[in-house]
């Protein structure tokens, strides 16, 4: 699309689930502005993420916009293309297509305290770049969207194929081949059974077991299809019945510890029950607690690991070399193709954007230091920036576009009032900010997360900076009704 101005009303920065949601509240409120996106088509994590096995780990109905139900979900859990068609649909839908410039990478934002405007250096695919200026700065980048590559030592030098999960080449071929995968998180559980169906030799690498419950994936038949398409009701209840279920898990990894122990003994029975293997059970079964770190959900992953052409290996990876990866024990295990499923950075995202705020601030180094944010929306010192999906509104039990349907009405109110009250800028009070982390802090000393093992959660310091500690209902309580006492309009 053509640029029709210099200036606009708002920036939204990326086209995920955040993104196009906030793009469809602003439509709605009659405002200007542009979707700035760097790949050559929208839909974030779900254009990105094509390995085998992608899908979502929250039931799909609940796993969408609450103003746009999906009755044509084809099971519980939608598999990632079909994420990535519902997406598609919203753009067209709410005729986002014609704000959206992809292939527009913004490589500098300085904000301007004179004017309340933010600066945007913006290159295209091509390598021009252009300047433009906005009153909103709005990223909807994800927090799951930089990769994490390990530093192995000759892992440069492999070579054979490498593969990110979240860079996987559709075309690619695991047929007949000997494959390493390391990592067995979210992506790895998902990966690792379709891999092994095909491989010659699947070897997994694990540095540390990861608690597995029963998925329970079901396809949908024609009949339930049909009746949520014609009674909208039936699949507005089935959403209700599922956000209840696992709203109740954020009492079991934060205040209910006893909670934790049911949930504890249904993945234990799971893996008793799918591992008859004592010695490959017992590779499998955590040390930590349940919810230290994410737990997964799968019906294949154990079975995957039954077959005879697959190992797990539970040596650390020493080092690796052009046709191996060798462990400490100094075993070599000979791979064609190296799958990385070695999950993302929480704040990656912001620490590359160079967004530079008062008095020179830069997000990035801030974010380096300690993700301080109000709400996961604002950042102090930085006046007309907002995040969807910032630091600490993650969830390890539900979905997450409950979280940004209240970002974008925290941000939808912010900009109201602003106008209102004929202000150019509006910035959360840095005094309050320190006060809402220690709460977070309090909350999140009590939580799963913070019972002994080494989570993502955490930062260098030990301060989550990643989850929402409490329930979906309690954020957008706050986030759907803000306290504008808490912001400076000037």
């Given at each position: 699309m053509a640029w029709d101005s210099e200036h606009h009303e708002a920036v939204i920065v990326g086209t995920g689930f955040s993104g196009i949601a906030m793009g469809i509240a602003l439509r709605a409120a009659g405002r200007e502005f542009v979707m700035?996106?760097?790949?050559?088509?929208?839909?974030?994590?779900?254009?990105?993420?094509?390995?085998?096995?992608?899908?979502?780990?929250?039931?799909?109905?609940?796993?969408?916009?609450?103003?746009e139900p999906n009755p044509y979900w084809s099971q519980t859990y939608a598999p990632s293309d079909e994420i990535q068609d519902y997406l598609l649909f919203c753009v067209e839908k709410y005729h986002l297509r014609q704000h959206i410039h992809t292939g527009s990478t913004v490589q500098q934002a300085?904000?301007?305290?004179?004017?309340?405007?933010?600066?945007?250096?913006?290159?295209?695919?091509?390598?021009s770049t252009r300047q433009v200026t906005t009153d909103a700065l709005i990223l909807g980048i994800g927090a799951l969207h930089e990769p994490v590559i390990p530093e192995i030592p000759g892992l440069p030098d492999f070579a054979g194929e490498v593969r990110h999960t979240a860079a996987w080449d559709p075309g690619m071929s695991v047929l007949s081949r000997r494959v390493g995968v390391i990592g067995t998180g979210s992506s790895g559980v998902q990966v690792i059974p379709p891999l092994?169906?095909?491989?010659?030799?699947?070897?997994?690498?694990?540095?540390?077991?990861?608690?597995?419950?029963?998925?329970?994936?079901?396809e949908y038949t024609e009949e339930q299809v049909d009746r949520f398409e014609r009674h909208p009701s039936s699949a507005q209840a089935l959403r209700a019945i599922q956000r209840t279920q696992l709203e109740a898990r954020s009492l079991a990894l934060t205040t209910q510890p006893a909670l934790r122990k049911v949930l504890t003994a249904q993945a234990k029975?799971?893996?008793?029950k799918s591992?008859?293997?004592?010695?490959?059970?017992?590779?499998?079964?955590?040390?930590?607690?349940?919810?230290?770190?994410?737990?997964?959900?799968?019906?294949?992953?154990?079975?995957?690991?039954?077959?005879?052409?697959?190992?797990?290996?539970?040596?650390?990876?020493?080092?690796?070399?052009?046709?191996?990866i060798v462990t400490a024990?100094?075993?070599?295990?000979?791979v064609d193709v190296l799958v990385l499923a070695t999950?993302?950075?929480?704040?990656?995202?912001?620490?590359?954007?160079?967004?530079a705020g008062l008095r020179g601030r830069v997000l990035g180094r801030e974010f380096a230091r300690d993700a301080e944010t109000y709400l996961g929306?604002?950042?102090?010192?930085?006046?007309?920036?907002?995040?969807?999906?910032g630091p600490n509104t993650l969830l390890g039990h539900s979905s997450e576009v409950l979280m940004v349907e209240a970002q974008v009405a925290l941000v939808t109110s912010l900009l109201a009032e602003r106008e209102r009250r004929g202000a150019t800028s509006v910035a959360v009070r840095p005094e309050i900010v320190p006060g809402f982390l220690a709460d977070i802090d309090r909350r999140s000393a009590r939580s799963a997360w913070r019972s002994g093992c080494t989570s993502w959660y955490l930062n260098a310091q030990g301060h989550n900076r990643t989850l929402w500690p409490g329930s979906v209902r309690e954020y957008e309580k706050r986030a759907t009704k803000p306290e504008f006492v808490d912001y400076v309009f000037a």
């Open positions: 700035l996106e760097k790949a050559a088509e929208v839909g974030g994590v779900w254009r990105d993420n094509r390995y085998p096995g992608c899908a979502s780990d929250v039931p799909a109905h609940l796993y969408s916009y609450s103003f300085i904000y301007n305290e004179a004017t309340g405007r933010w600066t945007l250096t913006v290159a295209s695919a091509w390598g092994a169906e095909d491989a010659e030799q699947l070897s997994v690498f694990q540095r540390s077991p990861a608690w597995v419950l029963p998925r329970g994936n079901e029975r799971h893996l008793q591992v008859a293997d004592k010695a490959l059970r017992a590779k499998l079964t955590p040390s930590d607690a349940l919810g230290c770190k994410r737990f997964l959900m799968s019906d294949a992953y154990y079975p995957a690991l039954m077959r005879d052409t697959v190992e797990v290996v539970t040596d650390a990876i020493d080092h690796i070399e052009p046709d191996a024990s100094g075993q070599r295990h000979h999950g993302f950075d929480p704040v990656g995202s912001y620490r590359d954007l160079s967004i929306v604002s950042a102090p010192h930085f006046p007309n920036l907002f995040m969807l999906l």
